[in-house]
């Protein structure tokens, strides 16, 4: 019996089984750098639809989400946006483990069961810790449940448009292409998403841009989709570059 309970032991060790905690494994986290009238701006693709900026002393973090990293090893967040109520948009626990008791929570009223925040509303307009943040539509036009309802119904959920230094940044949030699209004015940077079908294939991301002509277009929340279809499609758009970044 014990030669029986030190194998298992042993195996136990060796090989973890589910249900057993394992810490979650940092990945190694790629920046871009934009420059602005007023410093760096550092982009921080962690995935899916998951976005860090580092501008100043300031750090923003966007949509946080557990299954992508250890967020106790990140910065703490000055501010948090979450652009809807999905799991995988709201996670209180990766909330919880990058805010501190200056952290200041934007979030869209159907999170507030979940998370204390300030609301903020299709339209809305706020300075916060020193940024100018726009709440915007996103929703779904074409995309539905089987019931005929939207995966995301509008009035719902939030797009961001950032303003750093001279530079605009528009986080579209779980979204379609729009008419709301044709207001955006002089966006820089653009995270468009493009996964079925909860938002965007990548002819829809195209024909979205082409409205408000951004400088920089990252697709961002895009699962498996062929990102390579996405710079096909936009090859003739030359005042539009298109950044293809890991998110998985």
Known sequence: MKIIFILAIIFVLAF???GFSQQKEVKVLKEDIIKTS???LKITLIGHGTLMFGFGDKIIHIDPW???TDYSKLPKADIVLVTHEHQDHLDTSAIKAISTDKSIIILTEKCLPKVKGTV???GDVKTIAGLKIEAVPAYNIVNKRPDGNPFHPKGDGNGYVITFGDKKVYVAGDTEKIPEMKALK???IAFLPMNLPYTMTPEMVADAVKVFKP?????YHFGKTDTSLLTKLLANEKEIEVRIRDME
């Open 120 to 122: 903020m509303k299709n």
């Open 215 to 219: 400088k920089i277009l990252y697709p």
């Open 38 to 40: 007023v410093g760096d």
């Open 66 to 68: 557990s299954n992508l």
């Open 186 to 188: 002089n966006i820089d």
């Open 16 to 18: 973890p089984v589910a």
